[in-house]
Structures are given as structure tokens and as C-alpha cells.
């Protein structure tokens, strides 16, 4: 089949905007790759950056160009701390791993309250409750499943310390504790899935 000559003409022009396109990224990459922290990024922005991404409104790429961010590779490195009960901070593009806050039963209900009148943005609640993500994340999903008592922490307790038990409060207690170590297993695993295919997307972005 013949194609014309403006045909071909725009065929070249796509060829040269592809190859300027994939040049641009790699030097994106390699600038990124020398020296990562060369430009500042609110904690704001952060998480606006990473719910546009998590909620389907754009590629890595789509997301890095709307907020400004030099290259792709730091905002996947920013989901994977957020995914995995970090704090994102106001920095040059850092993220640090917080430690699990200790919190009452009240302060817990408190949170999970806010949390679902939120739209379950664990990100926003970890924030302003100045805990983790997958703690506030942990505790909507028992909240969900057990109610009030699936927010309740007997870790460290000894028995004797605790209010005596009918036999049938022993095995509703006994079937909480194996659900909660239940869901446990099923939040590390669902975690461990999703970094995994964070990091299998930016592999081929």
C-alpha cells in the first residue's frame, strides 16, 4: 500500500515526538537517579499526588506532570511509604516509616468515627490524628467486622487483672482475638500484593 507524502510527514513527526518523548524520561530518570532531593514538595501535595494516583486518575506520569514532580520513580517511591503506614513529609521529596502510636480505646473509636464519616481517606486521618496509615487503616476494617470490640487492645494484660468471664464471653472472645490475627494476616498479604505491583508498574512506565 502507497502512502503519500503528508503521510509520511506525519508519520516522521510521530516518530520524532516519540523519541524526544522517551529521551526527556531518561533524562528525568538519570537526573532524578544523581541527585533526588534537588526540589521541595509540601506534604499537601504528596497526598494529592498519591489519591489521584491510587483513585485511577492517572498514570505515574499523568500525576508527576499535573503536580510538577521531576519524575515518576519519586512519586511510586512516596505510594509504597504511604502504603506502608509511613508519613510523607514536607521535604525535598522524603518520607520516613513512623512507629505505631499508642492510642486509648476513645481515640481509636474517634478516628475510625472520622475516618468513615471521610470516605475512609486513611491518608488524610493519619495526618491529622498524627498516627500511621495501615494503623488507621487496621482499625476501620476490625471496626467494620467486630464493632467496638475489634478496637479494643488486650495486648500485655494479665488475666487476672481482667473482669470475670461467663464460658460463652470466654469463646466470643477467644473467636475476636482469632478473627483480629485473621485480618492481620489477610492486611499484611493484601499490603505485600500492592507494592508489589507498584513496583511491577514502574517497572514497565
Not at 520516613?96 to 492510642?103: E, F, R, V
Not at 490524628?129 to 476494617?141: E, T
Not at 470466654?170 to 489477610?186: C, H, M, T
Request: charged share 30%; aromatic share 8%; hydrophobic share 35%.
Amino acid at each position: 500500500m502507497a502512502y503519500s507524502k503528508q503521510e509520511k510527514n506525519w508519520e516522521l513527526i510521530i516518530i520524532v515526538f516519540e523519541i524526544g518523548f522517551l529521551f526527556i524520561s531518561m533524562m528525568d530518570q538519570l537526573d532524578y537517579s544523581i541527585n533526588p532531593k534537588n526540589k521541595s514538595y509540601s506534604k499537601d501535595l504528596k497526598i494529592s499526588a498519591i489519591n489521584d494516583y491510587l483513585n485511577g486518575e492517572g498514570s505515574l506520569q499523568d500525576i508527576c506532570t499535573k503536580y510538577g514532580i521531576r519524575s515518576h520513580r519519586q512519586l511510586s517511591d512516596w505510594i509504597k511509604v504511604y502504603n506502608s503506614g509511613g508519613i510523607l513529609k514536607t521535604s525535598t521529596g522524603g518520607a520516613y516509616m513512623k512507629k505505631a502510636k499508642n492510642t486509648t480505646l476513645d481515640e481509636r473509636l474517634k478516628i475510625v468515627t472520622d475516618c468513615l464519616a471521610n470516605d475512609k481517606n486513611y491518608g488524610a486521618m493519619a495526618l491529622k490524628y498524627d498516627c500511621s496509615y495501615q494503623q488507621v487503616r487496621n482499625w476501620v476494617i476490625r471496626y467494620e467486622k467486630m464493632g467496638q470490640a475489634g478496637l479494643e487492645d488486650r495486648r500485655g494484660r494479665r488475666i487476672a487483672s481482667l473482669p470475670s468471664r461467663t464460658p460463652e464471653e470466654e469463646l466470643r472472645d477467644k473467636i475476636a482475638e482469632l478473627e483480629r490475627r485473621n485480618l492481620d494476616l489477610q492486611m499484611e498479604n493484601d499490603l505485600l500484593k500492592k507494592v508489589r505491583e507498584l513496583e511491577r508498574r514502574g517497572r514497565y512506565l
